[in-house]
Structure formats: structure tokens, C-alpha cells
């Protein structure tokens, strides 16, 4: 499976820091209630987006989880090829040459028992 050194995990996190304010336009998101989302605070998001702080791997994958549950962000991220396909293949826990997935298929009765799970939840209470 691909290891990334640390050097790797840290130009990662240079790269993607570099796009974080086009992704937060995507989502029409603030720093702060980006920030909020990502668990990462207002003033840290603001000191890593203008390069004075390099961001941890463990705040990369926490913004890399919201990129890949929107729509819009994870277009972004594939078509721009951000953090090359070794990110991926570290993901996805593939082998050195192996390609990565672009999507992730599931069994349809795991999208209806998840359409169950938050139309119970969330729309009911709606109504």
C-alpha cells in the first residue's frame, strides 16, 4: 500500500492550502463557519489561507472529509488534480501503481436505509 513520508503529507498541505479560498466560495462558506465545519478555528483557517502557518495532516483530512461531501468541492478537487494521485491511492489504501477510485459505489439499500435514517431524523421534524 502507498506510505506518504512526511515531506509528501507536508507539500499536501502547503497545495491544498492554496485553494482553500476557492473552495470556500464553492461552498459559499466564511472562514469562520468553514472553519466551524472543519473543526479548525477562525484565526488558525485565516493564518494558514494567507500562508503564515502550514496546516497539520490531521486539519487536511478533516477539510478533505467536507471537499468530498459536497458536490461542487469534490468536482473541483478532481478536475484540478489536487494533492496528485498518491493522495488518493493513500485514501483509498490502494498499491503503488494501482489507480485510484473517482467514486465510491455503494448498495442501494445503504443509500435507502441512509435516505431512511435522515428523513426520520431531520424531515419529519421539519413538517
Known amino acids: 500500500m502507498v506510505e ?3 515531506k509528501e503529507k ?3 498541505c ?3 492550502a492554496e485553494h482553500l479560498p476557492k473552495i470556500r466560495e464553492l461552498l459559499r462558506l466564511s472562514q469562520k463557519a468553514f472553519g ?3 473543526g479548525i478555528s477562525t484565526p488558525r483557517m485565516s493564518v494558514i489561507e494567507n500562508k503564515h ?3 497539520t495532516w490531521s486539519q487536511l483530512t478533516s477539510i478533505m472529509f467536507i471537499v468530498f ?3 461542487k468541492t469534490k468536482e473541483y478537487f478532481l478536475m484540478n488534480n489536487l ?3 498518491r493522495f ?3 485514501i483509498q489504501q490502494k498499491e503503488e501503481n494501482s489507480v485510484p477510485d473517482i467514486n465510491v459505489v455503494v448498495e442501494d439499500i445503504c443509500v435507502e436505509r441512509y435516505k431512511k435514517q435522515f428523513y426520520d431524523r431531520y424531515v419529519k421534524d421539519w413538517m
Open 4 to 6: 506518504l513520508t512526511e
Open 14 to 16: 502547503v497545495e491544498l
Open 10 to 12: 507536508r507539500d499536501m
Open 36 to 38: 466551524e465545519r472543519c
Open 53 to 55: 502557518f502550514i496546516m
Open 88 to 90: 488518493m491511492q493513500f
Open 83 to 85: 494533492l496528485g494521485p
Open 69 to 71: 461531501t459536497n458536490p
